[in-house]
């Protein structure tokens, strides 16, 4: 059974600071990840998905970072900002159109 | 604009009573999913269609129902065989594309029993 594990559940930063978010997975076995922005109370905005082939997707300040033979992603914010200040989550699928198993994500403030 | 609309966003439920979450997309996609979310939780799958007419159970189905007759609309219903059902509920949609079925979620609504 894929489990997904975040770490840190929490993080706070100062404004500027690069930082990376860890996410973590069970079986190797995916066919894409994908990280999530969720603010309070809000639903989920998709920032990146990798498909298995990929090894990285960048989008702006982002970068996201796949190895599936470790079992592991990472999500990299460059020059952190306050508006940055949300919950990250990571999501993986098992195969095309299966299921979404999601880390219980990891609650982000950058402080100005 | 093209989205995922829920409501209401917030509901009150009394105990013994179903109530019914709306999803409405108008990106035609043919995929919905529910799910819940629970305070400092990552998100649990609770049914999921991929096509009108069909649908599949999640992690935690019991106590849910959901009907798919329409496209564009997939509704949630909470029975009163849900014991604790306090919870946000997300509903979202994809499409099979080459690129990966990219998901898309509403802005969620918030269920409270009193």
């Known amino acids: 059974k894929q489990e997904v594990t975040q770490i840190p559940a929490a993080l706070s930063v100062p404004e500027g600071e690069n930082l990376v978010l860890n996410c973590s997975f069970t079986d190797s076995a995916i066919y894409n990840l994908q990280w999530f922005r969720q603010d309070p109370g809000k639903g989920l905005t998709s920032l990146l998905l990798i498909q298995s082939s990929q090894r990285e997707q960048t989008s702006g300040r982002l970068n996201a970072s796949l190895d599936k033979s470790s079992g592991r992603s990472t999500l990299y914010i460059a020059a952190s900002q306050p508006g940055d200040s949300a919950t990250y989550l990571c999501a993986v699928r098992g195969n095309q159109g299966g299921k979404l198993i999601f880390g219980q994500g990891t609650e982000l403030s950058v402080k100005p | ?114």
């Open chain 2, 1 to 114: 604009d093209g989205g995922i609309t829920q409501s209401p966003k917030y509901l009150f439920r009394k105990e013994g009573q179903n109530v019914t979450l709306s999803c409405e997309q108008n990106l035609n996609h043919d995929a919905m999913y529910w799910y819940r979310q629970d305070p400092g939780q990552g998100l649990r799958l609770i049914y999921y269609s991929q096509i009108v007419n069909d649908f599949q159970k999640g992690d935690i189905a019991e106590g849910y129902s959901v009907s798919r007759e329409k496209k564009e609309s997939f509704p949630l219903t909470v029975t009163s065989a849900q014991k604790n059902p306090t919870a946000f509920y997300l509903c979202a949609s994809s499409a099979r594309t080459e690129t990966g079925n990219t998901i898309y979620f509403g802005e969620g609504s918030w269920l409270t029993v009193v």
